[in-house]
């Protein structure tokens, strides 16, 4: 009976040795057959950008409750945005961008970047990085007007041009590394649609902690 119970132990104990020793030949080979286990070549991991990159970026902003005006000229544009501003009624606008201030200043459209009107501010104008077709993002930086100008206006309007408009957000961050290499914006942020929540009995809120509305003015050359 000794006999016989060494005999099982023995079996037992090979029989998982085996079990061990295959599982680390299995992974050993299917190592060898991957050169690269991370490449994804071949894979499509987002939707094609159709009909252009223009018509998917306002498709995409409107899908997430924000707006895009595109027009041919940035003279097209600032009156328009002049009259937008009319039409809506805001009276407070604040922008620090010194590239945007001078423009706003050229067609008599009036706005204040003095610290003392900050917090009175109906519409808060910046500028960006980068727009991102795929998903209707825009791509923010503490170098375009600070940290703030994103956050605390009620309306957020971006003024960019079609050259800040990119595929994908790989795309963008790759652009900002290349632009900026080791001197980085101490913020980099990506803005999707206007600020929401749904923490309130699952109900959706707009502006909760952040813009209740925005608004892109993109001009095409």
Do not use: W
């Not at 895009?68 to 009276?91: A, D, I, R, T, W």
């Not at 825009?138 to 990119?166: D, T, W």
């Amino acid at each position: 009976m000794q006999e016989m119970k060494n005999d099982f132990s023995d079996k037992k104990e090979i029989s998982s040795r085996e079990i061990i020793l295959r599982q680390i030949s299995a992974v050993s080979h299917r190592r060898k057959a991957e050169s690269n286990p991370y490449n994804f070549s071949g894979y499509q991991i987002y939707e094609e950008i159709v009909p252009d990159a223009i018509s998917c970026f306002q498709q995409e902003i409107r899908a997430v409750s924000g707006e895009c005006f595109v027009f041919e000229n940035e003279p097209e544009l600032f009156v328009s945005l002049k009259k937008f501003v009319s039409k809506n009624g805001f009276s407070k606008l604040h922008c620090r961008d010194e590239e945007l201030k001078e423009r706003l200043n050229n067609f008599d459209i009036p706005f204040s970047s003095s610290e003392a009107d900050f917090e009175t501010m109906d519409v808060g104008i910046t500028g960006c990085e980068f727009l991102v077709a795929r998903t209707g993002s825009v791509i923010v930086s503490s170098f375009n007007s600070g940290r703030r100008m994103n956050i605390f206006p009620p309306v957020h309007i971006v003024v960019a041009h079609s050259s800040q408009l990119v595929d994908f957000l790989e795309d963008a961050y790759g652009q900002i590394l290349q632009k900026y290499g080791y001197k980085l914006p101490s913020v980099v942020s990506t803005i999707t649609g206007p600020s929401r929540t749904s923490d309130i009995e699952k109900t959706l809120v707009l502006g909760a902690h952040g813009p209740k509305q925005l608004v892109v003015f993109l001009s095409k050359r």
